[in-house]
């Protein structure tokens, strides 16, 4: 007789489904404040990892991380609307003159210019940390790892 593991494995349905949640909490159009924004998505993420942090399956974990803060990323960017405003919103969080320009005048959307040299400087990960967005990574490893 051999001993039995008890843990949950995620399926692609179980993943779909949760990146369906968290686009409904990241929509564009979504009027609420990014404070109360990053506040629900935190209790969302915290209580999915709640129940889904004795997994062992950590492949997904970082791409998921970086989906998380690019979606944060549109947010912020669709909450700025005015092309001076972005501009100004890039140059003021240290980003050179000529990239915030280019960036904020570009007539690509606001998913695409999420990934953008200029918005990734600007809104860095310790930023984003800063304005309440919780690192999915990190909460993992809190959860699994516990100290």
């Known amino acids: 007789m051999g001993t039995t593991v008890n843990y949950r494995a995620w399926s692609e349905k179980t993943l ?3 990146k369906r949640a968290v686009r409904r909490l990241t929509k ?13 998505l935190a209790d969302y993420l915290r209580g999915w990892m709640g129940y889904f942090w004795i997994s062992e399956y950590y492949r997904p974990i970082p791409e998921i ?30 980003v050179g003159k000529l990239q915030a320009v280019s960036t904020g005048r570009s007539s690509h959307g606001p998913w695409h210019l999420s990934r953008t040299y200029a918005t990734q400087l600007a809104m860095s990960n310790e930023w984003l940390s800063q304005q309440g967005l919780i690192s999915f990574k990190d909460l993992w490893v809190s959860f699994a790892y516990p100290r």
């Open 65 to 94: 991380d970086q989906w998380l803060r690019r979606r944060i990323r549109m947010c912020f960017w669709v909450q700025w609307r005015r092309r001076w405003t972005r501009i100004g919103s890039l140059l003021k969080l240290g």
């Open 16 to 18: 779909a489904r949760f």
């Open 28 to 40: 564009r159009n979504w009027g609420v404040s990014m404070p109360t924004r990053l506040a629900k």
